[in-house]
């Protein structure tokens, strides 16, 4: 619930605009920030009428805020931003309203009193130069934007009267040619992006969405009307797929609108009783001036859900009316923002390393051991220990190029913490023990921060044998584990129904040792999906799956090879309980694949396959320690031999 009106303003969690008790009379209120770090205010002129902010970074690495007065404009040198300094001012027609932008290293005044376009040089960002005022087409304007080598100047006037929107040719940078104008509607500011102009047709009770390719015939594609509309500027999303707009009236709201049906998606407010005054959008974030509410920024990696991440109150007055913050400039190269304040000047922001966004913890999981021909789970804690929320992009690595997947997006809600779960699949012809190095890396989505972890996995627990087969009054399962003297754990074997495999239950825990288990609580005609898994201190891995059907007869089984060791040959035997295809593998004790044999259609019965000592070429190998796969669509087993030279 809101209850605001002349009363100190507590912001608490997201609730951004929430107040409390009025205790109106008690003095000035401090200011409210949340995520933001004031790094200096620049007011010379005390508490004066000041308007729009905009910035420039020069090629020589010199930061510039351009601020915005009744009286005319200042430059200011920001570079560095603990100690703003007044580098030029350049007195103009007063004026309430004055607006900027930058192109190549010139900038751009207008305003609603005279002079036109105003011109400034900044070749030399240390002695900004005023070039010139153009006043060919108009004398006055409210606003200004300048995209792709045109500036479209919105609100203007020729002799006192509307003349418009007027489209200037910026080739010559300090001699402007008009080569377009839109009459149709009054525009109050506007974005252009691949010469589609998004105009804030404010007295239209909507926006406008308008064709400038042929500049000298801008045609109107969309026209969105919508209740309560008072649409005051507009900027798209990184990728266009969504456009915000902000409505300048008591109870304005931040807008969302998809550009592909132009249906609203979502709306944000800091304070229902406060008018909204400008968003930009930088990356995945809204950059916003609020007027009485401050400046805020707001995560829009999900259009469809703003979620608000930092904010700083510039008024310390009560909500409601034309007062504070006035505009936002957050592209400096530096990466400080500039804001304006109405009545107290220009603040030189930068968003808390650690912050909301940046304020996290990433902590791995200690050494793991994993297993061959499996699925690796690590999970990683992220933890949030902010009071706001936060978003954070996911990517993971490993060491060996194995597959990986994880999460690429998590959002967090304040204070609160998350299991990240990465998956590395480990390929079935890793037999040997290797060190698996798992990295995970989580940025933030405003302040781009990164943090990186790193785990190690030794693998394996190799799974030799895995079968499934009809037993008197049951389903018995047969496995055979390799098991290295420092493997420690328990098995556990789950079963869920074939139609459902992701529906396991848990049967029963062995010990590592053990060799077998049968289900005796099955019924026929059913077919069910096995696990076997191994339980650790760092959770349960799963080591292999089996699918049967109770009404299959038999059993598939690895009788192993003869003659074991062997020159220059040996037979691989076994037992198949169901006809099909099977193929052998033979790898090397470094786990490359150096032979394969396909067998296909073998029916039901005893078998054995020939291994030569071969590669595919039929190149004899060296002696050493091989492995072999025996594998069908029910059943697999593997087996170690040895060759003698």
């Avoid at 990696?301 to 936002?328: E, H, K, L, R």
């Avoid at 304040?341 to 650690?354: A, C, K, P, Q």
């Avoid at 999970?379 to 936060?390: C, E, V, Y």
């Avoid at 040997?432 to 989505?445: A, F, I, L, N």
Wanted: aromatic residues 10%.
């Amino acid at each position: 619930m809101y209850f605001c009106g002349k009363c100190l303003r507590v912001r608490i969690g997201l609730g951004a605009g929430l107040c409390v008790l009025g205790l109106w009379g008690f003095g000035p209120v401090m200011a409210q920030r949340w995520n933001v770090e004031l790094v200096s205010r620049f007011a010379p002129y005390g508490t004066r009428s000041y308007n729009d902010c905009w910035g420039y970074s020069a090629p020589n690495g010199m930061e510039i805020a351009i601020l915005g007065l009744a009286q005319g404009v200042a430059f200011v040198n920001v570079t560095d931003p603990q100690h703003p300094t007044e580098i030029a001012f350049f007195a103009s027609e007063p004026s309430t309203w004055r607006d900027f932008r930058t192109y190549g290293e010139y900038a751009y005044e207008v305003n609603e009193s005279g002079g036109g376009l105003r011109i400034y040089d900044l070749t030399d960002p240390r002695f900004p130069v005023l070039v010139r005022s153009w006043e060919e087409t108009f004398t006055t304007a409210h606003n200004i934007g300048i995209y792709d080598g045109y500036a479209y100047v919105v609100g203007t006037t020729l002799d006192g009267k509307i003349s418009g929107t007027r489209i200037l040719d910026l080739a010559d940078p300090t001699d402007p040619v008009e080569v377009g104008f839109y009459t149709d509607q009054y525009v109050h500011d506007v974005f252009v992006r691949d010469d589609i102009a998004y105009m804030s047709t404010i007295q239209r009770d909507g926006l406008t969405v308008v064709d400038v390719h042929d500049k000298r015939n801008p045609r109107q594609l969309v026209y969105r009307e919508y209740a309560g509309a008072n649409t005051h500027n507009a900027w798209l999303s990184r990728d266009s797929s969504h456009l915000l707009t902000t409505d300048e009236v008591a109870g304005g709201h931040l807008r969302i609108w998809n550009t592909g049906d132009w249906a609203q998606v979502a709306a944000w407010t800091a304070n229902p009783s406060a008018s909204i005054h400008n968003v930009l959008v930088k990356g995945d974030s809204a950059y916003v001036s609020y007027y009485t509410e401050g400046f805020h920024v707001v995560d829009i990696t999900d259009p469809t859900q703003p979620i608000p991440v930092a904010s700083y109150d510039t008024w310390p007055g009560v909500s409601g009316g034309f007062n504070g913050a006035w505009g936002v400039y957050p592209f400096a190269r530096s990466g400080y923002i500039y804001v304006s304040d109405i009545s107290t000047g220009l603040y030189v922001f930068r968003l808390v390393e650690g912050g909301p966004i940046a304020d996290f913890e990433l902590l791995a999981p200690p050494r793991q051991a994993g297993h061959g021909g499996q699925l690796l789970f690590f999970s990683f804690d992220l933890i949030n220990t902010s009071q706001g929320a936060a978003s954070y992009d996911i990517v993971a690595t490993n060491s060996h190029n194995w597959t990986t997947s994880q999460p690429a997006r998590l959002n967090l809600a304040g204070s609160s913490s998350t299991v990240i779960t990465v998956l590395v699949d480990v390929p079935m012809d890793v037999v040997e023990t290797v060190d698996v190095d798992v990295e995970v890396c989580v940025t933030s989505r405003v302040t781009e921060r990164t943090l990186c972890k790193s785990t190690e996995v030794t693998t394996p627990v190799l799974l030799q044998e895995f079968s499934a087969r009809l037993a008197e009054g049951g389903v018995a399962l047969d496995w055979s584990l390799d098991v290295g003297a420092d493997d420690r754990g328990e098995l556990v074997v789950l079963r869920a129904p074939a139609a459902v495999p992701a529906a396991r239950i848990e049967r029963i825990r062995l010990a590592l040792g053990s060799r077998g288990w049968v289900d005796h609580d099955v019924h026929a005609r059913e077919a069910y999906v096995y696990a076997l898994g191994l339980q650790t201190h760092s959770g349960l891995a799963i080591l292999g799956e089996r699918h049967i059907r109770v009404t299959a007869p038999g059993r598939s089984r690895l009788l192993g090879n003869t003659p074991n060791p062997f020159n220059p040959a040996t037979s691989i035997r076994f037992d198949l309980a169901e006809p099909g295809d099977v193929a052998l593998r033979v790898f090397d004790a470094r786990g490359r694949l150096v032979h394969t044999l396909l067998r296909p259609d073998l029916a039901a019965g005893r078998h054995q396959m020939l291994w030569r000592g071969g590669d595919h070429a039929g190149n004899p190998q060296p002696g050493g320690v091989y492995f072999y796969e025996i594998r069908s669509p029910r059943w697999s087993a593997r087996g170690r031999m040895v060759l003698l030279r």
